[in-house]
């Protein structure tokens, strides 16, 4: 599957953006998704996931109650709602597919999609 993320761009501190995760070749509703992001300096991390299988999601407390992730599947898109922005949210966004239903460490993620670069600035 090939992943194609996009949405990223500039934003005001409070301000909302949806990033979009779409794939070519397969269907996304097989595969456990997750959102990544990865900040100058710092070591790439999970914000986001969901299910396969049950919707089940997870979020990391820095984005809990602020960045929402939902499935299209008519579109076959996976998009990361997020809203009330802060400049600590600037990195480049990445999304990754994984064969497992439910997929919380980076190893399990099989496809990434290139990077989308969102920047919270006033």
């Known amino acids: 599957v090939q992943l194609q993320a996009s949405g990223g761009g500039l934003v005001q501190p409070g301000g909302s953006l949806r990033v979009s995760c779409a794939a070519s070749?397969?269907?996304?509703?097989?595969?456990?998704i997750g959102w990544f992001r990865q900040a100058p300096g710092k070591e790439r991390e999970e914000i986001s996931c969901?299910?396969?299988?049950?919707?089940?999601?997870y979020y990391v407390d820095s984005v809990k109650g602020r960045f929402t992730i939902s499935r299209d599947n008519a579109k076959n898109t996976v998009h990361l709602q997020m809203d009330s922005l802060k400049p600590e949210d600037t990195a480049v966004y990445y999304c990754?597919?994984?064969?497992?239903?439910?997929?919380?460490?980076?190893?399990?993620?099989?496809?990434w999609g290139q990077g989308t670069q969102v920047t919270v600035s006033s």
């Open positions: 990754a597919a994984s064969n497992s239903v439910y997929a919380r460490t980076p190893g399990e993620y099989v496809y």
């Open positions: 969901i299910s396969s299988v049950d919707g089940k999601t």
């Open positions: 070749r397969s269907t996304l509703d097989r595969y456990a």
